[in-house]
């Protein structure tokens, strides 16, 4: 069967707009994730038992459950228990940053057990707080680290952005849906969504790896 990408070149326009709508999604949960991810390390790391229990099983059912069932869940779930009408795109954001929250919070994790050990403590019998140790010291440090695995989570939840499609958030798969069901294309639409990816995903990795370059000079 020949291809035929006409249709896709007419559709460009609405294609683009769905990509925009994935990075929007996508990095919107991505920062949410970066806040909840640092709290929750904090959580699971902290001295309280109750506290590492509390944050171990959210980690685990995130980590542990597929991330479609947590967008229906959120689609579905958040309305009746928020009594109010909750958009889908809000709902698709939700289930994306709880998601990546519990990532990130092991990621973080893992960069802070790699720093060397008594930086804290020094911290504090030099008179630094807590929580301005961490700000100024510690995690300055673990960003670095971390960054390469912070750059493959982005990338992830990019990719998982395409199952934002089924709580009716027009981002570029349920574009794609549109244009295949209206032109009867799917093999060039398919290819062409799949080349948008691609090129979202390679051009985030080649920022990561800039950005990792840059940061190794203040190591």
Known sequence: ???DFTDVLHNFGPLMIGAQMTLLVSFAAIGLGVVGGLTLCFVVMSRSRLSRRLGTAYISFFRGTP???QLLLAFY???PLLHIDV???AAAIGALAMNTTAFQAEIYRGGFLALPPGQFEAARILGIGPWQARRRILIPQ???LVLPSLTNETISILKGSSLVSVVA???LMRVSE???AVDFRPIEVYLAAALIYFVMNYV???LGSVLERRLRRYV
């Open 169 to 171: 958030v027009t981002e």
């Open 87 to 89: 958009p889908p795109i």
């Open 67 to 69: 991330l479609l069932v």
């Open 142 to 144: 673990m960003m670095r």
């Open 77 to 79: 779930l958040l309305p």
């Open 1 to 3: 069967m020949a291809l």
């Open 204 to 206: 985030l990795a080649g």
């Open 178 to 180: 549109q244009v295949v």
